[in-house]
């Protein structure tokens, strides 16, 4: 009976597995540092790759995404992160404009000026809206991120708005 119902579950995934779609995203925009890291950095930009994996009927996928930030320093000198994370993506539906809502967590290796470079563990979450169709579109995305670090923890908001394939 077991043997049965492996099968039968392998049947049913074989065809969802088979119309699996991954979709390059690429996007870019602003940074805001929030808490007390706003105090010694001002608002920055970054940069964002990523491919996003998906069945096109099941609402929620995965991402894995790359991405470079850099902050200024009051000083003058910048904080720049550089990135890897993975995110679940839940859909919310709608034709042509769709909202959604990311999660994940990540790897994030920070370089300051003012301490050597060191790579922290971090969770992000957040709200955005992918529009267009047929393999081709845009996305804009607001994000909180906390990076836990030995100094404390460091939060900031990214903006993104970018293309996906």
Do not use: W
Not at 19 to 35: H, K
Not at 113 to 128: P, Y
Not at 156 to 162: R, S
């Amino acid at each position: 009976m077991r043997r049965i119902a492996l099968l039968a579950a392998l049947a049913l995934a074989m065809p969802a597995a088979a119309s699996a779609q991954a979709r390059l995203m690429v996007g870019g925009g602003l940074g805001t540092p929030i808490g007390t890291v706003a105090d010694s950095r001002e608002a920055g930009m970054h940069g964002r790759v990523g491919i996003q994996i998906g069945v096109p009927i099941f609402p929620v996928s995965a991402r894995l995404e790359g991405e470079l930030h850099r902050l200024p320093e009051t000083g003058g000198d910048n904080t720049t992160m550089l990135t890897g994370t993975i995110s679940g993506v839940v859909s919310l539906g709608g034709l042509g404009l769709s909202p959604y809502v990311v999660g994940g967590f990540g790897k994030y290796h920070i370089n300051t000026s003012a301490a050597e470079a060191a790579t922290s563990n971090g969770i992000h979450g957040g709200f955005g809206v992918s529009v267009g169709a047929l393999g081709f579109g845009g996305y804009a995305e607001i994000r909180l991120v906390n990076i836990r670090d030995l100094s404390g923890d460091l939060r900031y908001i990214p903006i993104t708005v970018g293309f996906r394939f």
